[in-house]
Each structure stands twice: as C-alpha cells, then as structure tokens.
C-alpha cells in the first residue's frame, strides 16, 4: 500500500469576497510541481460562493466535470440549452468533450452555497459534449458508502468517459465500513468533507485528502460523526 496525504491547511487558497476557494490539486494561481493531479483526478476544489455571486460564461474541453453541492443551491447555464438548479443532494455532470460554455451562480442573494467541483480527465476526446444531473437522495445510505458515478450509463448514479467511480458515506462515530476497488491498478483518493475518519490506519479531518494505491480495500472508521468522498480513478503514468 501506498499513499499520500493532503492536510487540509496545506490547500491552495483564494478569498476573491464573493468566492473562497480552497484547491486541492494546482489551479489558477496556486501551482505546487508536487500536487498537479492524482491519476486521473486533475482537480478537486472547495468552494464556498457568497450570496449573488458566481462564475461567467467560461469555456471548457476535454474534461469531464463534476459538481456536487454540499449546502446551498447553484444555478447552471450552458450553451447546449442546459437551464437547472443543483441543490445539495444532487450531483452534476458535464462531459465538456468538444467544447461547452457554461455559468455558475449561487441561487440566493443572502445566503452562501457551497460546493465541490471536480475534474478528471477523460479516457476519450473530443466527445459530443453532455450534461446530466441527478438527486442521490433516494440512494443515499447511512453508515456505508453508496455509488453516485461510475463509467457505465446504467449503473448507478452519473457516468463519465473514464474508468472512475465515485462514493459517498456518512458515517456515525464508532461505525465502520470497508470499499472494495473496482478495477484494478487504479488508485483512491478519499475526502473528509465532514468530521473525523480514520482509513487504513491513517487518521484523517475535516476537509483532509489521502490517495491510496497498489491497494485492494479500503478499511474506514468514523472517530466522529462524518461524511467521506471516494474518488477511485485510474493512476496516470
């Protein structure tokens, strides 16, 4: 086993008024050589939008995006027709393939929404571009972790052009549960959204990020009350 492990206070970070933004991985003016991408997991931001504020008309290519909402509601537009609310408790997809345009508002003018957007690089370009949303409330489980993406349109939750699959848990202190990779020699990186988890040994907080590789399972222990984000994706050479 292998791993690598992320403390929330080393993210980049920005505080633009309207955003504050925590990064994961190097984005916009935050660059660490050491924290480009994990495998196919490019980026993983935190963000938290001020009430009225949120994000132009911007392009995108060649990635497949992901957000989901953890406290708020998000206002989507894009150039393929796309007019949606995402609330926490939905997930979003958009393969941007060929190229789409879209904007990003928080729905409220008085209270903040916060969200993390995701990106992982697509085992197929220059794609028909497409967009999908779903509501995982009707799929959420407590005390395990439940699939909320994978590469298979029929399978549960949204699906990408990649070989990835993603997991959400919450979890109450004391409870345990184990995941068990999907494909082998692809890697996990797992994201303390909320509370305290221990996972393979390693303790890990709130907003804490730990990528594991050369791994079959997954061991998870809630010391608190928490919710976890597992990203298995393929390793990049």
Known sequence: MKTILHKAETRGSANHGWLNTHHTFSFANYYDPERVHFGALRVLNDDSIA????????????????????????????????????????????????GVYHSEFNNSEDKK??????????????????????????????????????????????????DAWFSLGSFEKGKTASYSLKKEGNGVYAFVIEGDVTINGQELNRRDGLGIWEVDKLDVVAGSNARVLLMEVPLLN
């Open 51 to 98: 009430g009225g504020g949120g994000f132009g008309m911007h392009p995108h290519d060649n990635m497949e995006i992901i957000t989901i909402p953890l406290e708020g509601d998000l206002r989507h537009r894009d150039n393929m027709g796309n007019e949606e609310v995402i609330r926490e408790g939905d997930v979003q997809v958009m393969s941007a393939g060929t």
């Open 113 to 162: 929404v916060e969200l993390l957007q995701i990106w992982v690089f697509p085992n197929k370009k220059n794609v028909q571009p497409r967009y999908d949303q779903i509501s995982i409330r009707d799929i959420s489980k407590s005390n395990e972790f439940y699939q909320v993406l994978s590469p298979d349109s029929t399978d549960q939750g949204v699906w990408i052009h990649q």
